[in-house]
């Protein structure tokens, strides 16, 4: 049971253009959406996240936003740059439950 | 203050020997979540930790399990090892209630032959 679902799992993008990267999610309790990103041999590292309550949050380059009716989410990185090639993962809980992760997708920025 | 200590970083093991793996969370935190990462499959959760209790557990045999000491280390280990055990297996300490976040260490990448 896929809670959470990255459907992509690669996306390129051309340095200084826009990066979207996009989530679904099936269980409507969820109260927190977070984006990790991962480098190889290296451990996830938050970037930003969400509460339900609201529909966007902005974080320098980073915003995410929030569809709830649609259970969907997507973080935008603004303006790409080589550095932001990595995995990205989104991730969601509910209150103090495990984090559950999609499947990642693999952003590779071309100079 | 120091992040998320994982041991070892990398271990070769062979089908049916077993593993242990530690992790020490942040200082102060007292949960510990393990997670697995293979390729296309994500981060599979294996179990939390809260205070030498487990609290939570994910979907995997009971080939894996775990612990948590009083100092709120914690190791988990794998007995006869498969193929399909090969992964990157992360520890993440507490979880922060303003942002959601857990806080990950640099994993343990174990390969079995």
């Known amino acids: 049971d896929q809670q959470v679902k990255q459907n992509s799992p690669s996306l390129s993008v051309q340095e200084g253009r826009i990066s979207i990267l996009n989530c679904d999610y099936t269980?409507?309790?969820?109260?927190?959406f977070l984006w990790y990103k991962k480098y190889p041999a290296e451990g996830p590292t938050f970037l930003i996240s969400?509460?339900?309550?609201?529909d966007k949050n902005e974080d320098g380059r980073f915003t995410v936003f929030l569809n709830k009716s649609a259970k969907h989410l997507s973080l935008h990185i603004v303006p790409s740059q080589p550095g932001d090639s990595a995995v990205y993962f989104c991730?969601?809980?509910?209150?103090?439950?495990?984090?559950?992760f999609g499947q990642g997708t693999r952003l590779t920025i071309n100079p | 203050k120091a992040g998320v200590t994982q041991t070892p970083r990398y271990l070769i093991k062979t089908r049916g020997q077993q593993v242990t793996l530690s992790c020490s969370p942040i200082?102060?935190?007292?949960?510990v979540s393990w997670y697995q990462q293979t390729p296309g499959q994500g981060l599979q959760f294996l179990f939390e930790?809260?205070?030498?209790?487990?609290?939570n557990k994910g979907n995997f045999p009971g080939r894996f399990s775990g612990r948590q000491f009083s100092n709120s280390r914690s190791e988990m280990n794998v007995s006869t090892l498969e193929l399909g055990d090969s992964a990157l297996y992360l520890c993440?300490?507490?979880?922060?209630?303003?942002?959601?976040?857990?806080?990950f260490g640099e994993g343990s990448r174990l390969t079995v032959l």
């Open positions: 993440a300490s507490s979880w922060d209630r303003n942002t959601g976040e857990l806080f």
């Open positions: 269980n409507s309790m969820f109260d927190y």
């Open positions: 969400i509460s339900s309550i609201k």
């Open positions: 991730a969601a809980r509910k209150g103090a439950q495990k984090l559950v």
């Open positions: 200082s102060g935190h007292r949960s």
């Open positions: 930790y809260f205070s030498e209790t487990q609290r």
